[in-house]
């Protein structure tokens, strides 16, 4: 039946006073009283209703096959629902009632429609990036439409080396997700974990290791100890993530000393060219000597057996 805005009857059937629900009728003792005197609305009244409202979209003589029709086709659309594709870059995080149930490989899948689960999925094989003792270009505040450059972060740079020097170390943590249940339910920052965590094992591993080879032969075997190191926090912290690489991007002593460093090092090498040039000529001279000692001594041998 079609609408009628001009006081026909509405989809909820014949109109009573005070709206679709009947108007609020005064208690059986016949008292007297304000709003809040009357007893809501009854039940029956509603169930009725609806049905009625129900009957009145479908064709006539559908009865209640017709109701139990629309039904089934809601509830099969409902339950259709529930279907879901998890593309191959990401991994399927299903909830029930908000709480974690399981993760779902790619493909096709489906879960109990909403409310009961509902699903995220996340990509969990974009590599990120954490940048520890630096700011990198690409993370740094644009300032007059241009991007400022890298600067450092001596809170995060500066480390005590095994030998009591200080260091200025930067590097970056790659990583990604491998288990996207543990990487969304147990950690609540994963991306400053990362960073507080590999900056504590970094200053663990130069904590152990003199200056100098930090600056030269060493750092592949920090690089690696500090992959290994960070990847058994992140394990035992079940936090679904896995450590791809380790890169050190600039290991030099503090810019304050920097000069008075590269002195020392020159000194040192000097010392080293002085020490390389006299073992040389200690290696020439010695062995002609004793070489000139022998023959003198030989000479010396024969003129006596001449002589006696």
């Known amino acids: 039946m079609a609408w009628n805005s ?11 006073p005070g709206g679709p629900w009947g108007a609020p009728q ?17 039940l029956d009244d509603i169930i009725r209703q609806a049905q009625d409202a129900v009957r009145r979209w479908l064709p006539r003589g559908a009865g209640g096959k017709g109701i139990a029709l629309v039904g089934l086709v809601l509830v099969g659309v409902w339950a259709a629902s529930g279907f879901y594709r998890v593309n191959p870059d990401e991994q399927g995080v299903v909830m029930r ?17 909403w409310p009961v689960e509902s699903v995220t999925t996340p990509r969990v094989t974009r590599i990120n990036r954490v940048d520890i003792g630096f700011v990198g270009a690409q993370d740094a505040p644009v300032v007059t439409g241009r991007v400022q450059p890298a600067r450092d972060v001596l809170a ?23 288990d996207a249940g543990e990487f ?16 504590s094992v ?63 090092q020159r000194a040192n090498a000097d010392r080293e060219r002085a020490r390389n040039e006299a073992e040389s000529s200690r290696n020439d001279i010695i062995p002609r000597a004793l070489g000139e000692a022998e023959r003198m001594v030989q000479e010396a041998e024969g003129f006596r057996e001449s002589q006696v």
């Open 6 to 16: 001009s006081g026909g009857p509405s989809p909820w059937g014949n109109p009573r």
């Open 26 to 42: 005064p208690p059986s003792g016949g008292g007297q009283g304000g709003g809040g005197g009357g007893r809501g609305p009854d």
């Open 97 to 113: 009632f908000g709480a974690f149930d399981r993760t779902a490989p790619p493909g096709l899948n489906y879960h109990i429609p």
């Open 156 to 178: 995060e740079s500066l480390m005590l080396t095994g030998d009591e020097n200080i260091i200025d170390i930067d590097f970056a943590v790659f990583w990604r997700i491998r």
């Open 184 to 199: 969304l339910f147990n950690t609540r920052n994963p991306e400053q974990t990362v960073k507080s965590a590999a900056e």
């Open 202 to 264: 970094m200053r663990e591993i130069i904590g152990r290791t003199a200056i100098q080879p930090a600056l030269t032969e060493a750092r592949a075997q920090i690089e690696q100890d500090v992959r290994t190191g960070l990847q058994g926090i992140m394990d035992q912290y079940r936090a679904g993530i896995e450590i791809a690489q380790v890169q050190l991007q600039k290991v030099d002593p503090p810019a304050t000393v920097v000069d008075a460093f590269r002195d020392v």
